[in-house]
């Protein structure tokens, strides 16, 4: 185990907390900041923690070094642009192959191939899985915690001349994808069914092709009755005006040709503001895609459960690299698999991997929290503006989707960070604070798609808010005020 001491000398920047998150899709990420962007982009964090307590995952980086790697790659990206438009392309093609592999896995009847069949389903998907989420991790250091992509897409417009008044109503007019999230497209293909009526096939076929979006992390996707129950929720009114994602799509794009002429903007803050739309939505479609991908996965992991006589939760801490060890006559130790759910995880220290599990990872978790007291009394939040606009509310924490039921029509949600299986609470909010998150984290995302206020990045929201307050956000400053 890695000295606790060790630990306490650091500054670490809490990247998140996620409940009910299998240890084996994070090695694609953890292994990605010391090893994978040091070696595509000379940058990295050495010194990182991925720690779990009862099946809550805590993520840590050593803040100096997350950082400087961004700004790093960030200066590299404002003397060459085409190294961000080729991570994008990199990520967009991957995400393209898991959603493709997926529907197949989940297609999949394993019970007649063989385990090294097995071994190479999972290594397949994983070949397109992996750069993925490295990929990814690229994008989370441009934005995720310093938002160094806004902040040099907003001196871009300064520098033509927009006013403080209508910089943030420029940047989300700029960078509002001119294409669907997958979100929006189930929305839409809902309303349709329900406008031009449906049976038990339409229905079985809707849930089909979108289960996936609720699946989350670990599970289980949405079923039948989860549409069933929005469609005879529908209303008359819901139904009058559906618009198509072409006529969406032509419409953002008039809205930003407006833009850009009543401005004046030159062909430089153009590029990089679609840059920064390609972000936006391929954060979106990257975790749409996993979603996608740990759906389908489960056929194969249920499979690769009932010849070793193991659950399913077990074989979702199974890490990539011990896949092959799992299905050879030596197996996996299970106590080894159950402990990391409790109390286990990974440290890099130095750039080098520590396996860490027992009484002891608790301990290092309660290390890593000890700077993150705060002042229970505080008035006023402050973080950034993940979807501009004013809303006055009772506030609702949710910290997992187990807790939606409370969410009243017009509450202003607050929660750690939010996923898609948050949406059908997000629909009901006036506003959304989240403590967590840049740009193109969910909780920004799906605000600018329901076009109410957001506020990311506030650290200390689900601890000084409670259910109830009275708050005002003012997301285009940042702000949340308690009344």
Known sequence: MIDTQWVKKQRWFHFEDVYDCPMWLLWAPMHAYPEELEKEFGTGVFDLCFLYEEGK???????????????HLMEQIITSPVIL??????????????????????????????DADLIQTYKNFYASYDPMWVYGQAVNLLEHGNSYVLTYLRDLLRE??????????????????EQWSMSQKEEYDLLCLARDGWNEDTLLKHTGTYAFLGYGWSGPGW????????????????????????????????????????????????????LVEGIIFLKGYRIDASYCGYW????LFREIARRQMLSLRQVQYIMPYEIDTCLQEDGIDVDKLNARHLHGGFIYKDGVLHDVTGSGVTEHIRVLQEDRTVDLHVQELHGECGSPGVAVGRVCIIRRP??????????ILVSHATDPRFVPAMKKASAVIAEVGGIVCHAAIVARELGIPCVIGTKIATKVLKDGDMVEVDAGKGIVKKL
């Open 160 to 177: 033509q001349g927009v006013s403080s008044a209508d910089l943030e109503s420029v940047v989300e007019c700029l960078t509002k994808p």
């Open 402 to 411: 187990e807790e939606m039921d409370k969410m009243k029509e017009g509450d």
């Open 57 to 71: 995952l805590h993520m840590y980086f050593h803040a100096d070094q997350y950082e400087r790697a961004g700004q």
């Open 296 to 299: 389908g996965m489960e056929t």
């Open 223 to 274: 079923d039948v009755a989860y549409f069933r129950g929005r469609l005879e929720a529908l209303q008359s009114e819901d139904l009058v005006s559906i618009e198509d994602e072409k006529t969406f799509c032509e419409r953002i794009h008039a809205e930003k040709k407006q833009c850009v002429e009543t401005f004046g903007l030159d062909d430089r803050t153009q590029e990089f503001a679609k």
């Open 85 to 114: 438009k080729n991570i994008l392309d990199r990520i967009e093609t991957c995400a393209d192959e898991v959603f493709a592999l997926s529907r197949n896995i989940r297609a999949s009847n394993f019970s007649g191939l063989s």
